[in-house]
């Protein structure tokens, strides 16, 4: 899981002293761990959707493809289980004015997040473990409690988040938090968006990274069934959510139009508030003009209320202490998500329409070329989504009760932190990627004695009742 925190780098001053290096840290760490924990909801679903496919058809190539991703996902909650263990501290020691004022009222979220991910963890050794020494649908089932615990322990740290957006659901009085309600504090009003938000994004990235592994094996030449299917798999339920990810991603930006209208203004290039507002796509804005950009006359009042007389607010409606910085980057951030949103909703699309027609995917070389890199389009809109969420909220770290300067640590060692970290965090993640190709080269190979490989499930223990499958 996620402390879905802040990512901007530029936000504070650089006399505030370690604020800089402290939110380079923060952006760090969850740049890396955002992607794992994407993997952690969502992956889950992908494996019990393979087995349920294996057991209900008696599908031999689904099952193996559930055992073999089972293997992945031990390795991936692993590492994800360490970085998310940095986060934890990181935000005592990072941010310890945030903590000390408003730790009371986080306490609850990050202890039901708590709660779940212990739970995702003892049944993901269940399930790993019980590989051949549970029945089918007995192991089918132990599986279940991970996808659902993964879900639960994002809503509850996206709870943060949101509730750092749109604070409320407390009383301070003299600077100290007197009373707290659970209910509101959990769902907040920004959480109505941003919980759906993040949990569709995992599901796509998931998706359409597994699919883009498959994808770049047809291309090589692997046009066979078990490619066709984990393609399948991991394509098809990240393409259906797809339209619903920009549903919600529509309604969350009208309502950031109301709730923090300057960041709004930052995302749509809006200095002054204003009706029959233009929509920029792209361009950068310099000395306050728009360089490079396409203009769209009255849509972004019409986006904002359906009407091009709707009234947009511009961010010179507050002192320039109070905006946030670097508006060209928050736009152009804004602008890629819903850029590679909107192209692999196309995508799905013409694999829909060519199924329709043909009942087969689209042979051209360009889709499964765009199949290949769909997973890495969709960890570029989550990373932009995210930078345009956390900076776009800027100069506050509780929105309009706490500034990042406020929050931040006073104590020196920062900069020698977040070497180590960046380090470390490269050579965690090349020996990430070194495990799973391992893993991908031994199942290519065929391996007889596939289940030795690190978290592997063993199939082969008789009267376990389970559908064998041959590797």
């Known amino acids: 899981m996620t402390v879905l925190h802040d990512i901007s780098l530029l936000a504070a001053p650089v006399s505030d002293g370690e604020v800089v290096p402290a939110r380079a840290q923060m952006a760090t760490t969850l740049g890396f761990h955002i992607i794992l924990a994407c993997l952690g909801i969502a992956l889950p679903t992908f494996v019990l959707l393979a087995e349920y496919i294996g057991l209900r058809r008696s599908n031999e190539v689904a099952m193996t493809l559930a055992r073999r991703w089972s293997q992945a996902m031990g390795v991936l909650v692993a590492v994800g289980a360490v970085t998310g263990t940095v986060l934890s501290f990181e935000m005592g020691l990072l941010w310890p004015g945030l903590m000390r004022r408003f730790g009371s009222v986080l306490g609850l979220p990050f202890g039901v997040e708590g709660l779940f991910f212990f739970l995702e963890a003892v049944f993901t050794a269940i399930y790993l473990y019980g590989w051949g ?108 959510l797809t339209p619903f990810q920009i549903f919600v991603g529509d309604t969350a930006a009208r309502a950031i139009a109301h709730d923090q209208p300057i960041k709004f203004a930052a995302m749509e290039y809006v200095p002054q508030t204003s009706t029959h507002v233009p929509e920029w796509l792209g361009g950068v804005y310099i000395n ?48 890629v998500m819903v850029g590679l949103g909107s192209l692999l909703l196309l995508v799905g699309l013409w694999a829909a329409y060519t199924w329709w027609r043909k009942r087969k995917l689209p042979p051209q070389r360009l889709f499964w070329l765009l199949g290949a890199v769909s997973g890495l389009a969709a960890i570029v809109a989550m990373e932009a989504g995210w930078v345009v969420t956390e900076l776009g909220r800027q100069p506050w770290v509780v929105y309009q009760l706490q500034t990042t300067a406020d929050a931040a640590t006073r104590n020196g060692g920062v900069v020698t932190t977040l070497s180590l970290i960046i380090v470390g965090y490269a050579v965690l993640g090349v020996a990430t990627i070194r495990v799973l190709r391992m893993l991908s080269a031994r199942w290519r190979r065929g391996d007889a004695d596939e289940v030795g490989v690190p978290y592997g499930p063993t199939p082969d223990v008789p009267n376990s009742g389970e559908t064998r499958v041959g590797v």
């Open 133 to 240: 020494r549970l029945r089918s649908w007995a192991h089918f089932w132990s599986g279940v409690p991970i996808a659902i615990s993964g879900v639960f322990g994002a809503m509850s740290v996206v709870a943060v988040n949101s509730w750092m957006n749109q604070p409320g659901g407390f009383k301070e009085v003299d600077g100290r938090i007197t009373s707290v309600n659970p209910w509101q504090v959990f769902f907040n009003h920004a959480a109505v968006y941003e919980m759906p938000h993040m949990i569709l994004a995992a599901y796509m990235v998931t998706g359409f990274l597994v699919a883009g592994v498959y994808a770049a094996g047809i291309l090589r030449g692997r046009r066979n069934a078990y490619h066709y299917a984990g393609f399948a798999l991991g394509f098809v339920p990240a393409a259906i």
């Open 288 to 335: 306050g003009h728009v360089y490079g950009g396409i203009r769209i006359p009255d849509m972004d009042s019409i986006l904002v209320g359906f009407s091009p007389g709707t009234r947009v607010v511009g961010w010179e409606s507050v002192p320039a202490t109070q905006r946030p910085p670097a508006v060209w980057l928050i736009h152009l951030c804004f602008d």
